[in-house]
């Protein structure tokens, strides 16, 4: 069983920065890949950005140079770094996990970026 339990979000202006955390516990392969995937209204679940245990990183193209995540292995926890928020970066903002050729979630948490 693997939890994924996620903190940050909010509401913010464009311009501005917010931090998301995730924390991940249960049956995990040390060799694993933690990140962020997002969902506007209407629209597709997108890459954010994913970072495997040996820190290889992967962003999606709408936030590059704007988004860093980064990772702290002894914690499982993965986080993410907002800067320069805009309008089109509003979604839900979901934790993922790949670990034993599995993928799991977690529950997904707000961001809203305001004009």
């Known amino acids: 069983q693997v939890h994924l339990v996620e903190s940050g979000g909010g509401l913010v202006q464009a311009g501005g920065s917010l931090r998301l955390s995730c924390s991940a516990s249960?049956?995990?392969?040390?060799?694993?890949?933690l990140g962020w995937y997002r969902q506007a209204p209407g629209k597709q679940r997108e890459l954010v950005a994913v970072?495997?245990?040996?820190?290889?990183?992967n962003y999606g193209d709408s936030v590059k140079d704007r988004f860093t995540v980064s990772r702290d292995n002894a914690k499982n926890t993965v986080y993410l770094q907002m800067n320069s928020l805009k309008p089109e970066d509003t979604g839900v903002y979901y934790c993922?996990?790949?670990?034993?050729?599995?993928?799991?979630w977690g529950q997904g948490t707000q961001v809203t970026v305001s004009s």
């Open positions: 993922y996990l790949r670990t034993h050729g599995n993928t799991y």
């Open positions: 249960g049956n995990i392969f040390s060799g694993n890949l």
């Open positions: 970072v495997s245990s040996a820190g290889t990183l």
